[in-house]
T-cell receptor, first 115, second 114 residues
Framework: AQSVTQLGSHVSVSEGALVLLRCNYSSSVPPYLFWYVQYPNQGLQLLLK??????LVKGINGFEAEFKKSETSFHLTKPSAHMSDAAEYFCAVSDRVSGTYKYIFGTGTRLKVLA | GAGVSQSPSNKVTEKGKDVELRCDPI?????LYWYRQSLGQGLEFLIYFQGNSAPDKSGLPSDRFSAERTGGSVSTLTIQRTQQEDSAVYLC????????????FGDGTRLSIL
């Protein structure tokens, strides 16, 4: 079965600094990977997805992620953090189980942006 | 609206009562998922529907939890004889059922057991 590991349950950056949120996956086949963001009292919102078309994926709100097969990584980055980026971020992979698709989520990284 | 709708948004009930949580997925989405998110925690998978059938119930924490989906659309998650540890946010998501398509989430039901 596939799995997802997010390193760092909490990350703090200064406003304007680079955001880097780490995600590593385990998969024996090319995966489909997703990053979601969750703001307080809301559900998860899709930021971007990797479906093998391009290794560098651009998403909403200025975020992007690069798929690196050799490192089994799909880290999320943003060049310049805004206060509004403070939220929880989840990495996920879809996995085929018994003929259907199940999503495996990481444990999440809470991003704090300091003024 | 076009998104996933969950009701109620908040539910407060006494220990021992039964509760029903409702999820209305995006029209045409064949796959529907329920998750539980405890305070400050990640997502705990509960159950997955493909159409009206539930091929994966592995995440239901006890026999007090059950879920159904009718007409390939609306789903209800029922918790019987609620306990304080059931307090959490219950999230519903739907998708087209294809691996390369993301899930779309509702805003959740915040359940508080007194």
């Amino acid at each position: 079965a596939q799995s997802v590991t997010q390193l760092g349950s909490h990350v703090s950056v200064s406003e304007g600094a680079l955001v880097l949120l780490r995600c590593n996956y385990s998969s024996s086949v090319p995966p489909y990977l997703f990053w979601y963001v969750q703001y307080p009292n809301q559900g998860l919102q899709l930021l971007l997805k990797y479906t093998s078309a391009a290794t560098l994926v651009k998403g909403i709100n200025g975020f992007e992620a690069e798929f690196k097969k050799s490192e089994t990584s799909f880290h999320l980055t943003k060049p310049s953090a805004h206060m509004s980026d403070a939220a929880e971020y989840f990495c996920a992979v879809s996995d085929r189980v018994s003929g259907t698709y199940k999503y495996i989520f990481g444990t999440g990284t809470r991003l704090k942006v300091l003024a | 609206g076009a998104g996933v709708s969950q009701s109620p948004s908040n539910k407060v009930t006494e220990k021992g009562k039964d509760v029903e949580l409702r999820c209305d997925p995006i029209s045409g989405h064949t796959a529907l998922y329920w998750y539980r998110q405890s305070l400050g925690q990640g997502l705990e998978f509960l159950i997955y529907f493909q159409g009206n059938s539930a091929p994966d119930k592995s995440g239901l924490p006890s026999d007090r939890f059950s879920a159904e989906r009718t007409g390939g659309s609306v789903s209800t998650l029922t918790i019987q004889r609620t306990q304080q540890e059931d307090s959490a946010v219950y999230l519903c998501a739907s998708s087209s059922g294809e691996a390369n398509q993301p899930q779309h989430f509702g805003d959740g039901t915040r359940l508080s057991i007194l």
